[in-house]
């Protein structure tokens, strides 16, 4: 899989948007982009994936730029429950690794008042 | 939905010991793996399973670990002998297939004296 690089901490105030940035230059045409959260002491959470359109559900929104070689989760109005660690992962989509999800670092997210 | 479930949550043995954790997956979900999390190493996929069958065991540290998946709905992973080495939080998740997203239950916490 892609390796993706994240910044390791970020924060945001109450009510404003979040904005999460990911680097996956090496991604192939065949490799989604998804996105995970870990609240402390809980399993990891699904949040959002995509190819190469944007996407939107309920919890965020996904911009990946046209060359696919970063991309941005965006959670338009961040709640102090949205602090967790947020990960971005390079998933194959076909071909012997499919179903394999890594996980790396993450970027820590911290929602202050 | 009741989500994964794993049992126990919380587990403290003495090294040597054999060590079961188990993992009920949604219903209705074919895919299903076991990740690993420690502060040194993040989160690391040990094994998964299509339809009950093994796909990648890559990530097993070695032959003291063994992940068994005798039906659709149960899932054990074994250590035998354990090693103070081996405490970490057990993630197990599944999936409705291997290009779904993953769902995760909540961990045992393994602690081995």
């Known amino acids: 899989d892609a390796k993706t690089t994240q910044p390791t901490s970020m924060d945001c105030a109450e009510g404003r948007a979040a904005n999460l940035p990911c680097n996956h230059s090496t991604i192939s045409g065949n490799e989604y982009v998804y996105w995970y959260r870990q609240i402390h002491s809980q399993g990891p959470q699904y949040i959002i994936h995509g190819l190469k359109n944007n996407e939107t559900n309920e919890m965020a929104s996904l911009i990946i730029t046209e060359d696919r070689k970063s991309s941005t989760l965006i959670l338009p109005h961040a709640t102090l429950r949205d602090t967790a660690v947020y990960y971005c992962?390079?998933?194959?989509?076909?071909?012997?690794?499919?179903?394999?999800?890594?996980f790396g670092q993450g970027t820590i997210l911290t929602v202050h008042p | 939905d009741a989500g994964v479930i794993q049992s126990p949550r919380h587990e403290v043995t003495e090294m040597g010991q054999e060590v079961t954790l188990r993992c009920k997956p949604i219903?209705?979900?074919?895919?299903l793996f076991w990740y690993r999390q420690t502060m040194m190493r993040g989160l690391e996929l040990l094994i998964y399973?299509?339809?009950?069958?093994?796909?990648?065991d890559s990530g097993m540290p070695e032959d003291r670990f063994s992940a068994k998946m005798p039906n659709a709905s149960f899932s054990t992973l074994k250590i035998q002998p354990s090693e103070p080495r081996d405490s970490a939080v057990y993630f197990c998740?599944?999936?409705?297939?291997?290009?779904?997203?993953?769902?995760f239950g909540n961990g045992t916490r393994l602690t081995v004296t």
């Open positions: 992962i390079v998933r194959v989509g076909a071909g012997t690794s499919y179903g394999k999800l890594t």
């Open positions: 998740a599944s999936s409705f297939n291997l290009g779904s997203p993953l769902h």
């Open positions: 399973f299509n339809n009950n069958v093994p796909i990648d």
């Open positions: 219903s209705g979900h074919n895919s």
